[in-house]
C-alpha cells in the first residue's frame, strides 16, 4: 500500500506562484507514475500532470502547459508541481496520485492523496 499526502496549498495571488509537494510512504514509489489532479467546486476532477517513473517524461494539460511543472525526487519518495502564473480558474483541490499507467487518465492510478486547497484571489 502507498500513502500520499499532499501540502503546500493555500492562498496564492494571480500572477503568483505556489509549489506543492506530495509525499509517499508505505513504499517506494520509485518504479510507479506520479501524477497530479485538481477538482474545483462543482466540476469534475481533471488531470494535471503527470511524470514518469524516471522523471525522464512529462505531461501536462493544456489549460496548464508553460505555467505548471512537475517534477520528482525518488531518493525523497516525493513529487512536486510548481504552479507559476497563477490565474483564478487553478482554485481547487490538487490531489496527487501514483500508478502504473502513464497519462492523464485517472483510472492509470492507483494510490491518491487527500487533496490539498489552492485559492487564486486577483
Known amino acids: 500500500q502507498v500513502q500520499l499526502v499532499e501540502s503546500g496549498g493555500g492562498l496564492g495571488q494571480a500572477g503568483g506562484s505556489l509549489r506543492l509537494s506530495c509525499a509517499a510512504s508505505g513504499r517506494t514509489v520509485s518504479s510507479l507514475t506520479m501524477g497530479w489532479f485538481r477538482q474545483a467546486p462543482g466540476k469534475e476532477r481533471e488531470f494535471v500532470a503527470a511524470i514518469s517513473w524516471s522523471g525522464g517524461s512529462t505531461y501536462y494539460a493544456d489549460s496548464v502547459k508553460g505555467r505548471f511543472a512537475i517534477s520528482r525526487d525518488n531518493a525523497k519518495n516525493t513529487v512536486y508541481l510548481l504552479m507559476n502564473n497563477l490565474k483564478p480558474e487553478d482554485t481547487a483541490v490538487y490531489c496527487c496520485?501514483?500508478?502504473?499507467?502513464?497519462?492523464?487518465?485517472?483510472?492509470?492510478?492507483?494510490?491518491w492523496g487527500q487533496g490539498t486547497q489552492v485559492t487564486v484571489s486577483t
Open positions: 496520485a501514483a500508478g502504473r499507467r502513464y497519462g492523464a487518465s485517472s483510472a492509470g492510478y492507483d494510490y
